[in-house]
């Protein structure tokens, strides 16, 4: 069974910082496109940062300078460290992982809850 478990999100004031962890079981993340997802209620599901060996890091353009998205394979571990937060990142912010292989793989975490507020 695969497994992708988000950690680290929690209550900041604007202008503080946030580590996400994701941790995988089940799968390999050097295998795979990795990355960081969030949404708030009544908005669509946004990409924030992504990661992958062939696919390069992008950014959504208003986390770019301030988040930075990076994995360690060894710990088949992603990260996004999140700085300089803005109330505008309070979200619930996801992992996701996906691959093709003839079919496309596609998984997801639980979400953890960042709200940035004074």
């Known amino acids: 069974q695969v497994q992708l478990v988000e950690s680290g999100g929690g209550s900041v004031r604007p202008g503080g910082s946030l580590r996400l962890s994701c941790v995988a079981s089940?799968?390999?993340?050097?295998?795979?496109?990795t990355a960081w997802y969030r949404q708030v209620p009544g908005k669509e599901r946004e990409l924030v940062a992504s990661?992958?060996?062939?696919?390069?890091?992008t950014y959504l353009e208003s986390v770019k300078g301030r988040f930075s998205i990076s994995r360690d394979n060894a710990k088949n571990t992603v990260y996004l460290e999140m700085n300089s937060l803005r109330p505008e990142d309070t979200a619930v912010y996801y992992c996701?992982?996906?691959?093709?292989?003839?079919?496309?793989?596609?998984?997801w975490g639980q979400g953890t809850q960042v709200t940035v507020s004074s």
């Open positions: 990661t992958g060996f062939l696919s390069g890091t």
């Open positions: 996701n992982a996906w691959m093709s292989l003839g079919r496309r793989y596609e998984y």
């Open positions: 089940g799968i390999t993340f050097s295998m795979y496109t």
